[in-house]
């Protein structure tokens, strides 16, 4: 595989500067300042495959599923493992489904293996029995975002337990959080658990799927209690402060780093009649609406793949541009409601601006209620500040990497 090449060659140059001249203290200081690459889990072969071997392997993935340029299904394939079945995430196994859109089981195309989808109803994501009675342990290998209100970890989650009620195992190949550098955001009132909010989490929760995954083993938060048989195969070089660029989108609307690093604020645009841009060549990095009033902005959501029947559909919104934001400045905001109660208050809706979705989102009853008080967003951040710091003290057994 790709790291044990670079490992070679890392050692073989050791030996060839023994051999010749010493390096220079200067050349010393510049190598040791250059990051490491990040090297994820399911790269990391040599920790897993011989534990897969003579197993009816389960693998939940998707299209970010990927070791350099083939998927970790094919890798699993070629060296023996016996995949029997695919578990698919919203968007479905190759990614390309709308959000929320029903995804159908099926076969895999390429491979003809099955795939049953755990977003194929509207009824409790368990695979059926006939399913988990044919495999022996669960692989999950998939890109997170870190998000609360991002469905991959639910549908983790959801095969924990199952994984739980029939006794089978679960292997985590761990990947970057590209949000794993804070903690952000109320810890959710669990009266408002939904598809898009499982556990009692910040909305920024700073943790790999490794680390959530022993998190709920750990805090009990599988549904019958106890905790499943769990192994994570963790990421190499890679830290909560480490800057980790997905080399693949993780779903179709967030398309860049920019998108991703603002999704934690513009998300909640979802539960209102404001477009965050569905339908445009810059989702999640703008907001509109036909009646703003005084923008020089404007924009038109189109059907397109990805967004087939978006917010304000061929209407022009005016609004904002956030794409003149730089990344830090997006990171260091963290949860920003300014993008929020801007629109809320041009459009002069009260209380019609939300949709009942916007409680499952932010996970508390009360913050709807501030907005339309006139709060601040900076005095509405400050509600959250000791949820924050609960969550960093429970979540700290849990943490595999480094926090810098």
Same mark, same amino acid.
């Given at each position: 595989?790709?790291?044990?090449?670079?490992?070679?060659?890392?050692?073989?140059?050791?030996?060839?500067?023994?051999?010749?001249?010493?390096?220079?203290?200067?050349?010393?200081?510049?190598?040791?300042?250059?990051?490491?690459?990040?090297?994820? !889990?399911?790269?990391?072969?040599?920790?897993?495959?011989?534990?897969?071997?003579?197993?009816?392997?389960?693998?939940?993935?998707?299209?970010?599923?990927?070791?350099?340029?083939?998927?970790?299904?094919?890798?699993?394939?070629?060296?023996?493992? %016996?995949?029997?079945?695919?578990?698919?995430?919203?968007?479905?196994?190759?990614?390309?489904?709308?959000?929320?859109?029903?995804?159908?089981?099926?076969?895999?195309?390429?491979?003809?293996?099955?795939?049953?989808?755990?977003?194929?109803?509207?009824?409790?994501?368990?695979?059926?029995?006939?399913?988990?009675?044919?495999?022996?342990?669960?692989?999950?290998?998939?890109?997170?975002?870190?998000?609360?209100?991002?469905?991959?970890?639910?549908?983790?989650?959801?095969?924990?337990?199952?994984?739980?009620?029939?006794?089978?195992?679960?292997?985590?190949?761990?990947?970057?959080?590209?949000?794993?550098?804070?903690?952000? !955001?109320?810890?959710?009132?669990?009266?408002?658990?939904?598809?898009? !909010?499982?556990?009692?989490?910040?909305?920024?929760?700073?943790?790999?799927? /490794?680390?959530?995954?022993?998190?709920?083993?750990?805090?009990?938060?599988?549904?019958?209690? !106890?905790?499943?048989?769990?192994?994570?195969?963790?990421?190499?070089?890679?830290?909560?402060?480490?800057?980790?660029?997905?080399?693949?989108?993780?779903?179709?609307?967030?398309?860049?780093?920019?998108?991703?690093?603002?999704?934690?604020?513009?998300?909640?645009?979802?539960?209102?009649?404001?477009?965050?841009?569905?339908?445009?060549?810059?989702?999640?990095?703008?907001?509109?609406?036909?009646?703003?009033?005084?923008?020089?902005?404007?924009?038109?959501?189109?059907?397109?793949?990805?967004?087939?029947?978006?917010?304000?559909?061929?209407?022009?919104?005016?609004?904002?541009?956030?794409?003149?934001?730089?990344?830090?400045?997006?990171?260091?905001?963290?949860? %920003?409601?300014?993008?929020?109660?801007?629109?809320?208050?041009?459009?002069?809706?009260?209380?019609?601006?939300?949709?009942?979705?916007?409680?499952?989102?932010?996970?508390?009853?009360?913050?709807?209620?501030?907005?339309?008080?006139?709060?601040?967003?900076?005095?509405?951040?400050?509600?959250?500040? /000791?949820?924050?710091?609960?969550?960093?003290?429970?979540?700290?057994?849990?943490?595999?990497?480094?926090?810098?």
């Amino acid at each position: 595989m790709k790291h044990y090449l670079k490992t070679f060659i890392i050692a073989g140059a050791a030996v060839l500067g023994a051999c010749t001249a010493k390096a220079t203290s200067a050349d010393n200081a510049a190598e040791a300042s250059e990051p490491k690459e990040v090297i994820v !889990g399911a790269e990391r072969t040599d920790l897993y495959l011989d534990k897969l071997k003579d197993k009816r392997v389960a693998l939940f993935s998707n299209h970010t599923g990927k070791i350099g340029d083939k998927h970790t299904l094919d890798v699993m394939l070629e060296n023996g493992i %016996n995949v029997v079945t695919l578990f698919s995430p919203e968007h479905g196994f190759r990614g390309d489904a709308d959000a929320g859109e029903h995804v159908a089981s099926g076969v895999d195309g390429p491979t003809g293996i099955p795939i049953a989808s755990l977003y194929d109803s509207k009824q409790e994501r368990m695979p059926k029995a006939e399913i988990m009675d044919g495999i022996d342990v669960i692989v999950c290998d998939i890109q997170d975002v870190g998000l609360r209100f991002y469905t991959y970890y639910c549908s983790m989650v959801d095969l924990m337990n199952a994984a739980k009620k029939y006794g089978k195992e679960f292997m985590v190949l761990d990947r970057p959080n590209p949000n794993g550098m804070y903690v952000d !955001g109320p810890i959710l009132d669990m009266k408002y658990e939904s598809g898009v !909010g499982r556990l009692p989490i910040p909305t920024v929760h700073g943790m790999t799927l /490794g680390e959530l995954a022993k998190m709920v083993n750990g805090e009990g938060w599988l549904r019958e209690g !106890g905790e499943v048989d769990l192994s994570v195969i963790p990421c190499d070089n890679y830290t909560h402060a480490t800057r980790y660029r997905l080399p693949i989108a993780p779903s179709p609307n967030l398309r860049d780093m920019l998108a991703i690093y603002l999704y934690p604020s513009t998300c909640y645009f979802e539960a209102t009649p404001v477009s965050l841009g569905r339908g445009t060549d810059f989702p999640f990095l703008v907001y509109g609406h036909p009646d703003m009033k005084n923008r020089d902005f404007e924009f038109t959501p189109r059907s397109v793949p990805g967004a087939k029947n978006p917010p304000q559909l061929d209407k022009l919104c005016h609004g904002v541009d956030l794409r003149g934001i730089s990344e830090e400045e997006a990171i260091a905001q963290g949860i %920003n409601f300014e993008y929020l109660i801007d629109a809320y208050r041009d459009l002069g809706m009260g209380d019609k601006f939300f949709r009942s979705f916007f409680e499952l989102l932010i996970g508390r009853g009360d913050i709807r209620q501030m907005i339309e008080d006139g709060k601040s967003a900076a005095e509405i951040k400050a509600t959250w500040a /000791g949820d924050v710091e609960k969550f960093k003290a429970q979540r700290a057994p849990y943490l595999i990497y480094p926090e810098n």
